[in-house]
């Protein structure tokens, strides 16, 4: 049900984009620190719905399709936000570019795959890869202006946070090779499965 916890808690992630937008575009310190809260706490709740669901044993059809939703609306709506308002270096466009490509190629093969009934799991590589996604884009959500307010202006947290999406554009690599080559495995065994059928279809025919 749309109303059980887990799936309020995806939901939360969706309606914690709007309040991310606004603070971020405040342009001050105070505002940058409170989207970097803002979307920490968003990505928490990835975890905890899950785990939540699982516990519980309330997993259902609403919770699994809003899920992955609810978490590219939310890293695309930050790395365009970081893009939009020049918080990303030239170089850094890099990792954000491969980030976005995969969430869309991922989306297009749990959409073909669905019509075959065949899901995508989630490999632990991809949760490490989530981990560092979300901590990187926090960081630089925060940026040295809003590391400043709460006394960490000393540090290069832009940088930290750039190595951050290097490093989750190379698991994003990883990961998106393995879902794709999966997805190529069950189009190709799908493809067969029709011609199969329609010899053994001719054979049984009197």
Known sequence: MPTDLPNLLTISRIAAIPVLVVFAALGTRWGDLASCLVFSA???TDYFDGKIARDRGVTSSFGRMLDPI?????VGAALMLLVGMDRLSHPALYPAIVIMLREIMVSGLREYLAELRVGLPVTRLAKW???????ALGTLLAGDTGASVIGLGALPISMIGELGLWVAAVLTLATGWDYLQAGLRHAGEADARPESSAVDETVARP
């Open 70 to 74: 609810a978490d590219k609306l939310l």
């Open 42 to 44: 968003a990505g928490i």
């Open 129 to 135: 890869k989530t981990g560092f996604q979300m901590g």
